[in-house]
């Protein structure tokens, strides 16, 4: 008599550090799109600028559950980092990009004190609050800021002292491309290390967590920092790469449609801020020209259209797919 | 001083009126949990279903009120049947990401029918100019304001504390299951309390006119204000959303008139300073 087979049930893997063929696919896009559509150069690097922004908003909400309505507040504290740097003379970019950084990641740290004590609730009332403040102050402080006009005038040097920034958006496109995966890279290995596993422990149970010896409020406040500087470089290539900063960088749409972007994309999953970034940019530009009306009324069905029936996203639908694929046909 | 009382008046008329729009907030946070952004929708309703009453069919302006509140009321309960209560027990992510694209949907269709402008409200002559008390100058629409939210404020402690449904109110909002265990309909409670909500909101929005303004941005504009009553009031009380209405009003009017470079700086301030103070509410139950 034969023993019926146990269905290969393959223990949970730790994720390793591989690089999939998928994923390698997925980079070679934007290399690909560099030479094929050179017409597109300038919302290509903006959308990279936006999807490294949307990934440091996956790190804090999608691996750990922080559900934050002001994060564009680091996103433009970088900007007028690297703008104000620019504007008064110190144009190098990559000194600036670490400025930025460095700022958004002390602004980080100083709010995710106040943001790691709350509930839900007041963590976002909280992120909210101090989002819409640093709108305030940026308006109110238009000497320094430019108000709501923006701040023009940020003169760039040259990428390394080589390259410098063309109206053609040539460096520009490819500077970007080159910080978004170095610190897609960075973000990636932060998700397998075990601070990212202790992440996504404290997002299903934090009432357990600290019984396996996990300091919940340390660890929050660990990834929200890395987060805000991740926003803040992403807030200071727009800046470069534009040469302007605009008051909307702080602004709290700024921040909703982000959430957006994500949650389109699959929140919780390393692609997913990309992904979603993409699409909600392509759309715009093609929609928006129609009727800012009707682009709002879009994203808003869209939203809400999402929440009831896409869970997951649009990478959680694809796993979903593939999953089913994958499964051994008998 | 004189300035002093001015500022109180008026920051005191402003708070009770955020009280009546965000009162029904104060119950969907505390008694479903659920968080609404799209809270001041409602509110916009009201306000442009009294416009055009007012504009198109020359209603009264005291008539046109009790419509705002039926045209809130009405959408109210239309949409918790056939959204909100599906996402009850779903995570604060997606009944935040819902409430925003309600947000969205609200601003686009205002926009579309009523365009981007302000839209204008004709008071009746007795509400206009200036009472005199105690030789000094007070708005009569902002006293109307004051005794009208006096009013309602006493109706709802009096429907809250002495009724039955007030009773049934109560009962599921410190203990759901429990007051589902016992017969109340909790469903069908938060259906009406929502609807009772969303009908005040639609009230404050009519009589906010004049004070807050009509355009289609109202509910993004005014989102924070909402929210912070209710997150600095607490849930499940009148007394605590209205103590931190009153607060936020008269701290809001204050700060511009006596530091307008600060702009809109005092209150979130004040909102964030309130928030580490008490977390859960000045006198909240459960955060």
Known sequence: ????????????????????????????????????????????????????????????????????????AFF??????????????????????????????????????LVVRGT?????????GIGLMLWEAA???????????????????????????????RTAYVYSLVVVFLLFVLARRIVASPLGLSLRGIREGALRMPAIGSPVPRRLRTIFTVAAAIAGVAGALLAQTTQFVGIDTLGFPRSAELLVMLVLGGAGRLYGGLVGAALFLIAQDYLSGLSPVYWQLGIGLLLIAVVLFAHGGILGGLAKVYARLRRPTR | MGSFIG????????????????????????????????????????????????????????????????AAAAMGIVLERTLYQRLYRASHLDQVLFSIGLVYVAIAVATFIFGPSQQPVQLPEFLRGQVEVAGRGFGAYRIFLIATVAVLTVALHFLIERTRFGAAIRASVDNA??????????????????????????????????????????????????????????????????VAALILGVFDVAGKYYVPQAGGFVIYLLMVVLLLLFPRGLYGKRA
């Open chain 1, 120 to 128: 839900d609730l007041t963590r976002l009332m909280v992120t909210l």
């Open chain 1, 76 to 113: 433009g504290i970088g900007a007028y980092t690297a703008g104000l740097l620019a504007v008064h003379g110190w144009g190098e970019p990559i000194t600036g990009l670490i400025a930025a950084a460095a700022t958004a990641a002390v602004a980080g740290y100083l709010v995710s004190l």
């Open chain 1, 1 to 72: 008599m034969k023993t019926t087979a146990a269905p290969a049930v393959r223990p949970a893997r730790l994720p390793d550090g591989r690089w999939r063929p998928l994923e390698i696919a997925f980079w070679l896009v934007p290399v690909v799109a560099f030479f094929l559509l050179p017409d597109y150069r300038v919302l290509g690097s903006q959308i990279l600028i936006v999807g490294l922004f949307a990934l440091s908003l996956d790190l804090i909400l999608g691996y750990a559950g922080i559900v934050s309505l002001g994060h564009a």
């Open chain 2, 177 to 242: 299951i429990a007051a589902a265990g016992l017969g109340i309909n909790v469903n069908r409670v938060f259906a009406l309390t929502f609807a009772l909500g969303s009908g005040l909101a639609g009230l404050g929005g009519g009589l906010g006119i004049d004070v807050l303004g009509l355009d289609p941005t109202f509910p993004l504009k005014y989102m924070v204000y909402f929210l912070l009553v209710v997150a600095v009031g607490g849930v499940g009380t009148i007394k605590g959303p209205l």
């Open chain 2, 7 to 70: 500022v109180l008046f008026d920051g005191i008329a402003y708070g009770s009126l955020l009280f009546v729009i965000a009162i029904g907030l104060s119950v969907t946070l505390g008694l479903m949990n659920f968080v609404n952004l799209a809270h001041g929708a409602f509110a916009m309703i009201g306000g442009y279903v009294s416009v055009v009453a007012m504009t198109r069919f020359g209603i009264p302006f005291l008539a046109a009120l009790p419509l705002a509140f039926v």
């Open chain 1, 139 to 169: 308006n109110k402080a238009a000497a320094i800021t430019g108000g709501v006009d923006g701040l023009s005038g940020v003169a760039m040097g040259k990428v390394l002292g080589l390259w410098s920034f063309d109206i053609s958006g």
